[in-house]
Every structure is written in structure tokens, then in C-alpha cells.
């Protein structure tokens, strides 16, 4: 059965701080994808990963992928109260006649002033 | 831009009646995903389509949920009778067919609550 686990499941954090969401999977795959979701919304997309290595910045937001470890991370810098939200990793274990997603428990991130 | 259509956005239902879900996916997307996404926790997929097709049905409650796709465009999802433990939101999703892979692309979700 594949397991998608992210930690912490909660995080509160002050405006300004750094911190490290992380995201482990149980099988093997070198595609993974990051969503943002506001409450009572829709998931939005942040970075896509596609291979072992793979680095993606946007703003104060990092996306790494180590496929190896199955593991990967999203970083935060200098966290600022927008950035409050749930993310969710999702890795995909399709092939080439599509995506298979499978996401992970989410985190939970309360960005205070 | 193009966006992945749902409706409704809110749908509250009896339990025992039937309820049903219309997705329109983003043009040109052969597949289309449903996922449940129970409050808290992460999305999981019910059913996914590559065009009319089903791909992935296995976690789909069957003896009362039922998905389809006739044209290969839009889709509903059905569930009879509901549940109290239905309650969730329904997000759909597509995505298209690439050998470069690409993510899934959601809807606004139709949120059901079961009374």
C-alpha cells in the first residue's frame, strides 16, 4: 500500500522564521507535485518536481526532490502571514499513459504576526 | 484561463437519497480525476478517467457510488443512497496526456453534507 506522510501535520510559526515541511513516500517514483489550499478551497499548484535533484523557488517558498530517500521537502523563508494555509505533497506513480496522484496528509501552516 | 468546472459548489442531502456531482474538465484533458477530501485530511482518489475509460475505480465505494464519462469530456459522479459519513467535499481534476508529465489541475470542489 502506498503511504504518503508529511511532518509536522501542524505547524505554527512567526512571521519572519524559517522551517522545513517534509514529505516521505513509500514507493518508487521520481515525480511529486506541492498544493496550496485555503480553507474551503480548491487545491492550487506550486511546484512541480520531475526528477532526483529537482529544485523549485517561487517567492519564499523552496520544493526539493530527493528520490533515493523518497523523500521530499518545502522550505519556507522569512514566513509572512499569507503563506497561512494547508500543503500537501502528492506523488505520482503513473506512467506514461497518465498521472496517478496520491497526496499526503497535509500540513497545516498558521503563519503569526 | 481555462479551469476545471463543478457544480454545485454546496449540495446538503438527506441520508438515503441520491446525490450527484457534474464535473466539466479543462479542454483537450483526457483525464479527470474525483478525489474525496474529508475535513482534515488529504485528498484520496475515487475514480480516474483517461478519456471514456476507467483507469483507477479501486478505492470507489461501488455499491453506491457510480462515475462516468460517456464522450470522454464531462463527467458526473453519482452516490445512492447517501450517507452520513459521505460528507466531504468532491474535488475533480484533470490533467492532460504528455510523455513530459504534468500536475492535475482542480476545481472549486462541490462541498455535500449529509443530514
Known amino acids: 500500500e502506498l503511504k504518503v506522510e508529511q511532518n509536522p501535520l501542524f505547524l505554527s510559526m512567526q512571521e519572519g522564521k524559517n522551517y522545513t515541511i517534509y514529505c516521505n513516500y513509500s514507493?518508487?517514483?521520481?515525480?511529486l507535485y506541492w498544493y496550496r489550499q485555503d480553507p474551503g478551497k480548491s487545491l492550487e499548484s506550486l511546484f512541480v518536481?520531475?526528477?532526483?535533484?529537482a529544485v523549485k523557488q517561487e517567492g519564499r517558498l523552496m520544493a526539493s526532490l530527493d528520490t533515493k530517500a523518497r523523500l521530499s521537502t518545502l522550505h519556507i523563508t522569512a514566513a509572512v502571514h499569507d503563506l497561512s494555509a494547508t500543503y500537501f505533497c502528492?506523488?505520482?506513480?503513473?506512467?506514461?499513459?497518465?498521472?496517478?496522484?496520491?497526496f499526503g496528509t497535509g500540513t497545516s501552516l498558521t503563519v503569526i504576526p | 484561463e481555462a479551469e476545471v468546472a463543478q457544480s454545485p459548489r454546496y449540495k446538503i442531502t438527506e441520508k438515503s437519497q441520491a446525490v450527484a456531482f457534474w464535473c466539466d474538465p479543462i479542454?483537450?484533458?483526457?483525464?479527470l480525476y474525483w478525489y474525496r477530501q474529508i475535513l482534515g485530511q488529504g485528498p484520496e482518489l475515487l475514480v480516474q478517467?483517461?478519456?471514456?475509460?476507467?483507469?483507477?475505480d479501486s478505492q470507489l465505494p461501488k455499491d453506491r457510488f457510480s462515475a462516468e464519462r460517456l464522450k470522454g469530456v464531462d463527467s458526473t459522479l453519482k452516490i445512492q443512497p447517501a450517507e452520513l459519513g459521505d460528507s466531504a467535499m468532491y474535488l475533480c481534476?484533470?490533467?492532460?496526456?504528455?510523455?513530459?508529465?504534468?500536475?492535475?489541475?482542480f476545481g472549486q470542489g462541490t462541498r455535500l453534507t449529509v443530514v
Open positions: 481534476a484533470s490533467s492532460p496526456i504528455s510523455w513530459w508529465n504534468t500536475e492535475a489541475f
Open positions: 514507493t518508487t517514483s521520481d515525480r
Open positions: 518536481l520531475l526528477s532526483n535533484g
Open positions: 502528492a506523488v505520482d506513480i503513473g506512467g506514461h499513459t497518465g498521472n496517478q496522484f496520491y
Open positions: 479542454s483537450g484533458h483526457a483525464t
Open positions: 478517467f483517461q478519456d471514456e475509460s476507467v483507469v483507477d
